[in-house]
């Protein structure tokens, strides 16, 4: 038996190859340190792609690491962290050092530049960043300009809406019919998924859509472009019902600093120096430790 | 009762927050702000995370918003339009906690990049802060009382208060008023004088204490109001109740 | 045992007293005949409530009985029908005889109307509308107007956003601890839910939180002020999962042509001579009937 | 092989989707079409109802988008924000169906009102009409040919065709072109007449039966293309699998 969702199954190698090119503009939707498209991030690194320009509202690990080793030179981000295990450690350097051009938003106003791309608009209104510093910047930018309410007159901030190339989602599961589980929060994974021309979802598991609850779905097959089969996919980070992340691990990252040689050596050492995310689980994290990771998330639910 | 200057300061956060009152929170101090009150006077009141967590009740909150132990037991799950779009920008959050680097005269909040040793350094930036100070209807922001954190001017204004010392609505914000709570006093903004000022000071702390360790000028008269103290059973309830690693040496 | 839901629930009877007045501005989300409101508007029509507005964004069977029983007098809709079983006799005869203040839209203005009531904004861009014969009529009603892009210059309608002072919706289920479950195609419920002041929501059943799966909440226990119990509450339309329409009833319905005389009679025959939406289930549909109703619905998930 | 002119319709509507579009239908005509062209040359298109319901596959779709048994089957249940703003606002759709009381010469199409015997009389309403001609990449009118019904100037305009006759996108809409299938003629607009024009006369009908039918000025040539007739297999599959109920009579 064939099922639909094997036509859109393909590697990450396969899947960032087709659909990420240099200069590609990238959305994702991890947050500080849950549900990280690490993956997919590794395999953008791996390939050396470069002069990439990302899009999310929580900037994450994920983002990060793809900044660290170079791949990356254009950012919007309504702030981030790694909560309080660490800052965004490549990600403030390069802005201070102005190695990215940073565009800072608030949360909110990420959301609504993704949700206006989702619905066809070239501008949306938002109250966010009204006479702060992140609004004046992005004016001299021309992504954002005022603009007065035509019934009330009531200034608002008008901002360019975002389309971007490819959405990286990581999500818990596809059904065989190719459909999308979130579980959890939800952050702004829909608006993003819809903002995007194409979308690689990879998921820690396929299940028979038998087995799968139709209401429960969050994308819809339609909608997915590729799906990667990518268990512990978000490792070092979390996700909801399937791992807590790993604290060790994250901690020791951001102990890096992002110092160049010590970022170069993260890099060789997890990521390019294997051919795959699972070398690189494999290598990593003892099935001891993995263990424990399951089995807590799995208490916290 | 002995208490902290940490269960202080998570005291006179909670009393801010009023029974049904819809509450914005981060981990840490402002977490337990909003659980202390829920388990005292405001047992109707609803507390959420920016990425769409409502009302966990867990035993350990863990490093953060994006830390699975701090969603542990929420009543629901939803996502950044509902909780950041239909409930802060809609006008229905009636406390947001913010995170600060800086606030000052004004009461605008930097929590994106500071000067360090002459050298700019780059933080979290906004995250849900410019949205919560731009939009809810009372923000609590808590802080150390320091020169450097309680400043005239911030370094970068990542979240506005009162603009050139004017009313909020009036220069179309829709954020209502900031409330800063110090390890030393709560401070508001002060219409007549058109920059932040001193409401009260916490119990044991001297008035000179208060105007050395804040970056602009403070008239502060003798008879200023002392914050009230913690009762028993409020400090009861927060021992008891509270996870200590939420707000304990968390200054 | 208490649970939480209990703080809000009350009789259909109790909740319109107090959540609805003469002059109300009323969200539905019903659509043509699936889903309506039927026994809150039952008890509006009961209670005598004049001079309301309604705003939805598919007119279905609650709005035109409402309409037809006179206690609506303005009217912000996107067309609707009951589907091939007839037109919207009572709102298409008083549009024609101007007796309603009729406002007319494309269903996706009116959902931008709501969800920018949500988002707090005054004003929403769309691209629907624009060279119609409907927002020209919403142009000089000062409810809409043109408005450009402030990046693209390109031309949009800006219209106004709505608050209803209260949105009547009917559900499949609440929890004990008062969430709402909605089951099948949404609609429009989360934009006008958020979009309104207060949330009434009549429900077929409430069901103990522990058999409620939490992903499934569609509706939070925070938004919703009042829960009445009020099983087949959209009868005669259908509610997926758990009654189809009755044709019979409303091909009836439809027959009266809304002559004045004849809807009149149907209201005090099935509304006003009895004093609860019970009554009127009693009164109107055979055990027969109803058992019919329930078992093609559910064999239709 | 013989075929009924509803047949020979929904053939025609089904030809116009192609593999992997996405389409927005509503009950009857359209949505056999729809269903045929999945059946046929198009398994990867996805069919969408405005309320929400994606893919039923139902053998009875009852009496219209609100029916229970329309939904049967469905692979997805969503809402109007997803279909009518994210995927059609969105500019996702590339075909959508639209029901009509009138069209016109420009391609304005009425679904709101009409005179009859002189009175107004007010029907449906645009419903998510207005947005599929206004927003999807190709829009498809079915309707009887009639001079009442294929105007000159429509009595009230629920969605605009080409705007003075001038090509739409020019004057800020985002629909695509307007495909008019009816039981005589493909009609579509023609630049160069700046007004709607027939591409094709179905097999049988003569050009002045189309011409005395239209309720605008038409020139039509002698060597007018002819409507392909269905296939054998188009037709087998249209009887075997898409109910009747769908088009039969349903003019």
Same mark, same amino acid.
């Given at each position: ?301 | ?71 542990? *037991? ?8 509902? =909780? ?6 809609? &006008? +229905?959050? !009636? /406390? ?79 954020? *209502? ?8 006093? =709560? ?6 004088? &058109? +920059?932040? !000022? /001193? ?53």
């Amino acid at each position: 038996m064939t099922y639909e969702v094997e036509s859109k199954l393909m590697k990450a190698e396969e899947a960032i190859k087709k659909y990420v090119d240099d200069g590609s503009h990238i959305a994702m939707a991890g947050f500080a340190i849950t549900r990280n498209s690490m993956a997919l991030a590794h395999e953008i690194i791996r390939q050396r792609k470069r002069n990439l320009k990302v899009s999310m509202s929580i900037g994450d690990m994920a983002l990060d690491i793809m900044v660290g080793s170079g791949a990356v030179n254009e950012v919007n981000y309504g702030g981030g962290s790694l909560d309080r295990l660490g800052p965004l450690v490549c990600v403030n350097k390069a802005i201070v050092e102005k190695k990215i051009k940073a565009n800072e938003h608030s949360n909110f106003s990420m959301l609504m530049r993704f949700l206006g791309g989702a619905l066809g608009l070239t501008f949306v209104p938002v109250k966010s960043m009204l006479y702060s510093d992140m609004v004046n910047d992005l004016m001299r930018k021309g992504e954002a300009t005022e603009i007065k309410c035509p019934f009330t007159n009531e200034v608002y901030v008008a901002l360019k809406t975002l389309n971007p190339d490819v959405a990286l989602i990581h999500a818990q599961a596809a059904d065989t019919d190719g459909n999308i589980y979130i579980y959890g929060p939800k952050f702004d994974i829909k608006e993003i998924v819809y903002a995007s021309r194409k979308v690689i979802v990879s998921v820690e598991e396929i299940i028979p859509k038998e087995r799968a609850l139709r209401d429960l779905i969050f994308i819809p097959s339609y909608r997915v472009d590729a799906v990667v089969l990518a268990p512990f996919g978000a490792y070092p980070t979390n996700l909801y019902g399937y791992y807590y992340h790993d604290e060790e691990h994250i901690r020791s990252y951001a102990g890096l600093q992002c110092r160049e040689d010590a970022v170069q050596k993260y890099v060789e050492e997890y990521i390019t120096s294997v051919n795959t995310f699972e070398e690189f689980l494999k290598k990593t994290i003892s099935s001891d430790k993995l263990l424990k990771l399951i089995t807590l998330a799995r208490r916290l639910m | 009762m002995k208490y902290s200057k940490e269960e202080l300061m998570v005291v006179t956060g909670a009393r801010e927050i009023k029974d049904y009152d819809k509450v914005l929170v981060g981990i840490g101090l402002p977490m337990a702000c909003a659980i202390l009150a829920k388990l005292t006077h405001a047992p109707h009141s609803v507390i959420f995370f920016e990425n769409g967590v409502v009302d966990p009740k867990s035993t350990d909150y863990g490093v953060g918003l994006a830390d699975l132990k701090a969603w542990s *037991g929420a009543s629901y799950y939803t996502g950044t339009l509902e =909780v950041m779009g239909y409930m802060l920008h809609g &006008g +229905k959050f !009636d /406390v947001g906690f913010v995170g600060v680097l800086e606030v000052d005269m004004y009461g605008n909040v930097n929590s994106t990049i500071v000067e360090v040793n002459g050298k700019p350094r780059h933080f979290t930036g906004s995250g849900g802060g410019n949205d919560i100070v731009s939009l809810a209807r009372k923000i609590i922001v808590i802080t150390r009382h320091e020169k450097r954190k309680i400043k005239e001017k911030v370094f970068y204004v990542t979240s506005p208060g009162y603009i050139g010392g004017r009313d909020r609505r009036e220069v179309g914000l829709r954020g *209502g008023d900031i409330v800063v709570i110090t390890d030393m006093a =709560v401070l508001k903004f002060n219409k007549n004088k &058109g +920059k932040m !000022d /001193v409401v009260s000071i916490h119990p044991g702390i001297k008035i000179e204490e208060v105007i050395n360790n804040t970056g602009f000028p403070l008239e502060i008269p003798s008879d200023v109001p002392t914050t009230p103290e913690p009762t028993e059973h409020e400090l009861k309830v927060l021992r008891e109740k509270v996870p200590a690693t939420l707000y304990s040496k968390s200054l």
